[in-house]
């Protein structure tokens, strides 16, 4: 876990990390951060306790507790991950547990939006390639470099394209993953909006 | 492309613009917030010095975290009262209506909306709360958010969203006796798989989901999410329109029926375009139980857990984890599984008629002596109408605990957790791992009449056997 939290700002285009790999599909954000963490009213502290329930039950053999995934930043992921609740707790404590990207077969929708919202990028890749990218990080250490403009990543060894929905790319390439001020930028539209809406009429 | 369903109608009408990224602005007609995913939302505010643009679109109640014993205040646990307090303040200081307890309103946010009639057909409806696709049951376009989001809707009454794909789900026919909407979900669920959903809207139609009550349609609804599916809708009708009529916050008068006027044109056209659809025989459905620790992992009570080899090489890894988590061997039957805790509520179940069906099953009946069961009414509103039709004492007297309205031990954010690695009988949503408050505690997910009958023989049974 990184001591240090730097949240992500601005354009995010480029990254660079480790990769640390969880296997299993349908991981669900219950998993990801058990409900008691909920109990907060900010989000600083919970780092330390991301998959806190699978760590205590694998007793140090967890992904997340393996000395050889210490300073990881890229989390390597099967399918479905992040479904269930739409707690944005659990990718603000993979964030804080030091994840800055995520590549996996598929996400579920609002885990992946809030990754968005937060400035985590999450790449899809077919199911075989996750399959050959955790056996080959089962080994040894991957180290990937990701280009986000190009999709693309690379290790020593390894090179692929990396496939990530096109608005979310845009958003992280100028920035606009962190929505208000776009979205407050359309402040008249908006106003118009909220006028023309039937229900608002009736509802006055 | 879907087109002419009801949720491109709904989504064109809130479409403010188009972003530069390539992602749409929707405009969230209805904003519903609690204590657990707003208070960071606040916090950001404050922080980017952004006010509430439309406070009057917001409104609040308290449902994760409250105690359902004694809710006198200071609440026991520290952290619950300082969230309950945050949220308090917030609404205090910005002017937010708050349905807080005691009011006669509180509850669970998604029982409370629909029942006030906040909830209409042609809204979008948005709530950091993933089960917000109940409110899809009037015909409004309903999906959970995280907290950032909140911040947005908040600042903006807007968010940036990627249009959804839309399936159908055409249900054929009429449930059968002792079957319920719970069944059929799980059912669907089961069939489509939980990650199905992904990327898509469901939109729930035909015969056997037109004649389901407003309530059995929010339960349909409520677990889209749990097929992967952020937002659930059914097209409006004659029942929800008299379902919302005369509720607290509906429009009265002239303006109700220029409502209802505008409600009628809103459905999804005869000839509209999916992007799928699927078809199933509603009548073909039993009362359905998960064994395992997805909402995906069910069967109906006279099949067995499946065989390793029966399934698919996808769901091979999930079913072997599921196995060892639950306790379960393969080709055993659910039936008959003893069960050490039986909780009927949560945002999926604890509504009126949810009670009403499980007090017909426990009445002169008694819970068996090795369970713990508990009623969890889904709002103050619920819990007086039942004690109103003497619904309490049916419970109090099987030996239920009759408690106070919350989310309870769905999510298990207050005191009621299984302990260990005990196994519930549970109404609610979600066979997550640790999903109930115990890292190794087991959930078996069914319908009310099914969890009552289950704390009656003290195992898991066959509810038609008690109402046949």
């Not at chain 1, 547990?97 to 809030?114: L, M, P, T």
């Not at chain 1, 290790?155 to 958003?171: A, G, P």
């Not at chain 2, 309490?392 to 239920?400: E, L, P, Y």
């Amino acid at each position: 876990m990184n001591s240090e939290f730097n949240p992500p700002i601005g354009e995010i285009s480029y990254l660079k990390g480790k990769c640390i790999s969880l296997i299993g599909d349908d991981i669900d954000t219950d998993r990801i951060i058990p409900a008691r963490f909920l109990k907060c009213v900010n989000f600083d502290s919970l780092g330390k306790s991301v998959f806190e329930d699978d760590r205590k039950t694998l007793r140090g053999k967890h992904p997340f507790d393996l000395e050889e995934n210490k300073g990881a930043s890229i989390l390597i992921v099967n399918s479905n991950f992040g479904c269930g609740s739409s707690r944005e707790h659990a990718p603000q404590a993979l964030l804080r547990w030091g994840i800055k990207a995520i590549i996996g077969e598929s996400f579920a929708d609002i885990f992946y939006s809030n990754c968005i919202a937060i400035g985590i990028p999450c790449f899809t890749l077919p199911q075989n390639s996750i399959k050959s990218i955790q056996k080959y990080s089962a080994t040894k250490n991957l180290f990937l470099e990701i280009d986000l403009r190009k999709s693309f990543a690379k290790s020593k060894e390894l090179s692929f394209n990396l496939h990530i929905k096109e608005s979310s790319k845009n958003m992280f390439l100028s920035g606009e993953w962190d929505a208000t001020s776009t979205l407050l930028a359309n402040e008249s539209l908006i106003e118009k909006k909220f006028k023309d809406l039937p229900y608002i009429k009736f509802n006055a | 492309m879907s087109q002419d369903t009801l949720f491109d109608k709904v989504w064109d009408l809130h479409k403010v613009a188009s972003l530069p990224g390539g992602s749409d602005q929707i405009f969230v007609g209805l904003h519903l917030i609690h204590e657990v995913t707003s208070p960071q939302a606040f916090g950001a505010l404050k922080d980017k010095n952004l006010k509430i643009k439309f406070p009057n679109r917001t409104v609040a109640t308290v449902d994760h975290i409250v105690p359902t014993d004694n809710q006198s205040r200071p609440f026991k646990d520290n952290l619950a009262e300082q969230m309950i307090s945050t949220l308090e303040e917030n609404c205090l200081k910005h002017k937010i209506r708050f349905f807080n307890i005691g009011s006669g309103n509180q509850g669970i946010v998604h029982v409370v909306a629909p029942e006030l009639g906040l909830t209409q057909p042609g809204m979008t409806i948005a709530c950091g709360d993933s089960h917000t696709s109940t409110h899809g049951a009037f015909g409004s376009i309903a999906f959970g958010i995280g907290t950032s989001q909140v911040r947005d809707v908040l600042a903006t009454q807007t968010i940036a969203m990627n249009k959804l794909k839309v399936r159908q789900i055409w249900c054929e026919n009429q449930l059968s006796n002792g079957v319920y909407a719970k069944d059929l979900v799980l059912h669907i669920i089961n069939k489509l798989g939980v990650k199905a959903g992904v990327g898509f809207a469901y939109e729930f139609a035909g015969p056997a989901i037109n004649s389901l009550s407003m309530e059995e349609r929010m339960t349909i609804c409520n677990m889209s999410i749990e097929g992967g599916a952020r937002c659930g809708y059914i097209n409006p009708d004659e029942k929800t329109f008299n379902y919302l009529k005369n509720r607290l916050c509906t429009p009265k008068d002239k303006n109700w029926d220029q409502a209802v006027k505008w409600w009628q044109s809103l459905k999804s056209d005869e000839n509209s375009i999916y992007d799928d659809l699927i078809k199933l025989d509603a009548s073909k459905v039993e009362p359905t139980i998960t064994w395992g620790i997805t909402p995906g992992q069910s069967i109906s009570i006279n099949q067995k857990i499946p065989l390793l080899e029966s399934l698919s090489t996808n769901d091979k890894l999930i079913a072997e984890e599921a196995y060892e988590y639950m306790c379960f061997k393969p080709g055993q039957s659910i039936k008959d599984t003893p069960v050490e805790v039986c909780f009927i509520g949560s945002c999926t179940n604890g509504r009126i008629s949810d009670l009403r069906v499980a007090a017909k099953v426990l009445k002169d009946k008694k819970v068996s002596n090795n369970v713990k069961a508990f009623v969890v009414p889904g709002s103050e509103k619920v819990a007086n109408e039942a004690k109103k039709e003497g619904l309490d004492k049916i419970f109090k007297d099987s030996g239920f605990e009759w408690r106070e309205p919350g989310c309870s031990m769905c999510l298990a954010m207050n005191s009621d957790k299984l302990i260990g690695n005990q196994v519930s009988a549970s109404s609610s949503n979600r066979n997550f791992k640790g999903r109930q408050g115990s890292p190794n505690g087991r959930t078996l997910l069914m319908s009310p009449a099914m969890v009552a009958a289950a704390a009656i023989n003290g195992k898991v049974s066959d509810v038609r056997e008690f109402i046949n």
